[in-house]
């Protein structure tokens, strides 16, 4: 595998690399993927399988509902991956934990029907109300 991305978790335990592209980059505002990541909103670059690989340690697997797992480090904690029988030949890593991030633009929002109702962004992304299948949400546009 040529890697041209790598990340890992806060310690350093655990590191991952993978080629690129990416299959899609994008939002998700469920409640689980916020539980997860301490934060209002989680990031994903998901892959597939094969361009992805852990290269220093490994992390620990959480199945945090049924079917679907969430790795992170043992040591510090840091949540680096979901997976899912639903999305099998895929693996999704958590943006926060790439070294340039900056080097993936999200390019939509799923899950909105979850979003924190404080939470106003003012991307026009593509948004859905679930997982990604159906129309889109009209983007609504809040005070400048």
């Known amino acids: 595998m040529t890697s041209a991305h790598g990340g890992g978790c806060l310690c350093g335990a655990v590191r991952y690399e993978f080629s690129s592209p990416p299959k899609w980059v994008g939002f998700c505002h469920c409640q689980s993927c916020r539980r997860n990541t301490g934060a209002p909103?989680?990031?994903f670059v998901g892959l597939l399988r094969p361009q992805f690989k852990y290269v220093k340690g490994a992390p620990v697997r959480f199945e945090s509902?049924?079917?679907v797992w969430r790795s992170f480090c043992g040591k510090?904690?840091?949540p680096l991956t979901y997976e899912s029988v639903?999305?099998?030949d895929e693996v999704h890593i958590n943006m926060g934990t790439l070294d340039r991030p900056q080097?993936?633009?999200?390019?939509f929002h799923v899950h909105v029907s979850e979003q924190i109702p404080w939470l106003h962004l003012g991307d026009?992304?593509?948004r859905y109300a679930a997982s990604g299948s159906?129309?889109?949400?009209?983007?609504v546009k809040t005070g400048a």
């Open 41 to 43: 909103m989680a990031a």
């Open 65 to 67: 509902s049924p079917q």
């Open 124 to 126: 026009d992304l593509p």
């Open 86 to 88: 639903r999305w099998a």
């Open 103 to 107: 080097d993936f633009q999200p390019t």
């Open 76 to 78: 510090c904690g840091s």
């Open 134 to 139: 159906g129309e889109p949400i009209k983007p």
